[in-house]
């Protein structure tokens, strides 16, 4: 007999966190159509329960204890929303000791730790999702994953994230000062909570690093990867480049050379022409090339609430699809 609900607690409730809720909530019926069985957020952990929260919900769906999610024997699928490397490594790794399938789309935190959480989630035979950590709404893990699990990829370039796109398209676009650009890019809930991490490289960095450990089938050591953010970018530079009918664009960029894997990320001058240059705003673009297919060109938001939200719920239906089946009463 199919389960009659599977209950997700969350961990985190900010713009993914907001996001992945209100599209649970919305597409209920469709979640129901498609797997036979309900999807329930059951309790959500946030820091602050006196902040304004934009949904409507109960006050007993919020928690400040992380214990009502990871020791809930109700709770089938953690989802990890927080951001950062603690607390959420040690509540992703409870959360599997206690037997629960966990979603995450925290990037840094898998490109630091994801070879130990990926083992002890295979030991246990739990899921591990993590589609939003890279590139926001394009089903990019999914493509390496699954469509291109029997190509040989050799090459990535990207740009991977959606701030400095945003940040890089308003200084050229609009003439826009980097400041500026970047506070509407926080406002828009596209930057990291220390958005260091994306004007310095750091958070494309990890998204490469997660390209390459599923693509090549490695496990790259972050500290290996040249990175260079878009803080040297004047807006004198931007005007010069593109008086010249070129673009500057922050690419990440992993091949494989002489047997061994090449990762860099870098603010890079590319033609008109390039099939990344026309990426703009919070847009991410991603060419992969391979053996077999040749080139593929990914591309969609990189960045905010519902685009992130979605690739949250894609993990979480699939792992939904999974529980509904094996649970029997
Ligand atoms: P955010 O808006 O800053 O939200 C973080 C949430 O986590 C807040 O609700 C906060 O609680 C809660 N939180 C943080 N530390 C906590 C702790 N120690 N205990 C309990 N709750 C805690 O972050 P976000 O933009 O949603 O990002 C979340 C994750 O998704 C990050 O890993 C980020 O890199 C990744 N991501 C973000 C995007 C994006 O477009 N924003 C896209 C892809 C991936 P309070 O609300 O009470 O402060
Ligand atoms: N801060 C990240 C970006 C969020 O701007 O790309 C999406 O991973």
């Not at 090549?216 to 878009?230: L, M």
């Amino acid at each position: 007999m199919k389960k009659e609900k599977i209950k997700v607690g969350i961990l985190g409730f900010g713009v993914v966190g907001t996001g992945t809720f209100k599209i649970l909530e919305k597409y209920s019926d469709m979640i129901r159509n498609q797997i036979g069985t309900d999807i329930i957020v059951d309790k959500v952990l946030v820091r602050d329960l006196t902040k304004g929260r934009a949904i409507h919900a109960s006050e007993k769906l919020f928690t400040v204890n992380a214990e009502d999610i990871l020791e809930n024997p109700d709770i089938d699928i953690v989802v990890e929303l927080m951001g950062g490397e603690e607390p959420a490594y040690s509540y992703i790794s409870r959360a599997l000791k206690n037997g629960k399938h966990v979603v995450t789309a925290n990037k840094e935190l898998l490109a630091k730790k994801g070879d130990a959480l990926f083992e002890y989630a295979k030991d246990k035979n739990l899921f591990l999702g993590f589609e939003a950590s890279v590139c926001g709404g394009i089903p990019i893990i999914k493509a390496i994953k699954e469509s291109l699990s029997i190509d040989k990829i050799t090459k990535i370039t990207g740009i991977v994230n959606g701030t400095t796109n945003y940040i890089l398209t308003k200084m050229s676009e609009e003439n826009l000062g980097y400041d500026e650009a970047l506070i509407e890019a926080q406002a828009k809930g596209f930057a990291e909570a220390d958005p260091t991490a994306d004007v310095e490289g750091f958070d494309a960095a990890y998204k490469i690093a997660i390209l390459s450990n599923i693509a090549f089938r490695t496990n790259v050591d972050i500290n290996n990867i040249k990175r260079e953010g878009i803080t040297g970018i004047s807006e004198k530079d931007i005007k010069e480049v593109k008086s010249t009918n070129k673009i500057i664009k922050l690419i990440a960029k992993a091949e494989i050379v002489n047997g061994g894997l090449e990762a860099e990320v870098a603010p890079i001058v590319l033609p008109l022409e390039h099939p990344l240059a026309s990426i703009n705003g919070v847009n991410n673009g991603v060419l992969i090339n391979s053996e077999s297919v040749g080139e593929l060109m990914f591309y969609g938001p990189g960045a905010g609430q519902m685009p992130t939200g979605n690739a949250v719920v894609s993990d979480i239906i699939d792992i939904a699809k999974q529980v509904a089946m094996t649970c029997a009463f």
